[in-house]
């Protein structure tokens, strides 16, 4: 997968997110939750007009980088994991001190020594198409925790407001899509670390002499 292709994925599904969010919002009744519902499988040149209108929103949330919010510390996971299995790999021919350790992660070098090994190997390259498509998974599924989470919580004030069950209703909807995601956020994110364990695994059997050469420079 392309870079501009991940970005492209990382606007327009928070734009498709929010235009749904947005509908579903402006329902006040089951009869127009029904209607929304039917609508979605339809295509006219009022959606056309509205999706133009939900792709701008979507360049606005990321421009805001609310995804950050939940996206980085399940990244900060995986690079931990990253960098102390290539600290692991070192050490089996010199042993670091704390400040070599400290310096190797805040210096961003493990994670860098990391992504040159990959782009030199075929064979870890085609792994990081699979890692690439997790990604685009992952940050999609973060945009959904985020993006429900923020519109439960004004269903819910409208619940608060007007004392209509209904509103109560489509909160229980956008927290069990909450949990949901959030629960399929969690498994994307170990499968994520278990694609680039298989890395480290080849970078372990084939490159360690090219990872502490590089580390050595």
């Known amino acids: 997968m392309k870079l501009e292709k991940l970005k492209s ?7 498709i997110i929010l235009g749904l969010l947005i509908q579903l919002f402006s329902t006040s009744n089951y009869d127009e939750l029904s209607t ?5 499988l339809a295509f006219n040149f009022e959606n056309a007009t509205k999706l133009v209108v939900y792709v701008g929103f979507g ?6 980088r609310w995804r950050k919010i939940l996206f980085n ?3 900060i ?3 931990e994991n990253i960098n102390t299995r290539l600290i692991s790999i070192i050490e089996k021919r010199e042993t670091l001190s704390y400040s070599d350790k400290r310096n190797f992660i805040e210096s961003k070098k493990g994670m860098n020594l990391f ?3 990959v782009d030199c190997d075929p064979s870890l390259t085609v792994k990081s198409e699979l890692v690439k498509h997790n990604g685009a998974l992952w940050s999609s599924l973060t945009d959904i925790v985020i993006l429900s989470t923020v519109f439960l919580i004004l269903e819910f004030g409208k619940y608060i407001i007007y004392m209509d069950n209904y509103y109560l209703s ?3 909807l956008l927290l069990g899509v909450c949990i949901v995601a959030l629960i399929l956020n969690h498994v994307t994110v170990n499968h994520h670390i ?4 298989e890395q480290l695994d080849i970078i372990e059997q084939q490159f360690s002499h090219k990872l502490y050469d590089e580390f050595k420079n």
């Open 73 to 75: 510390p399940y990244l």
């Open 170 to 172: 489509v909160s229980g």
């Open 194 to 197: 278990s694609l680039s364990n």
């Open 9 to 15: 994925i990382r606007t327009y599904v928070p734009a």
């Open 77 to 79: 996971k995986v690079q």
């Open 36 to 40: 929304y519902f039917k609508d979605l």
């Open 59 to 64: 360049f606005l949330y990321n421009s805001l």
């Open 115 to 117: 992504y040159k090994i």
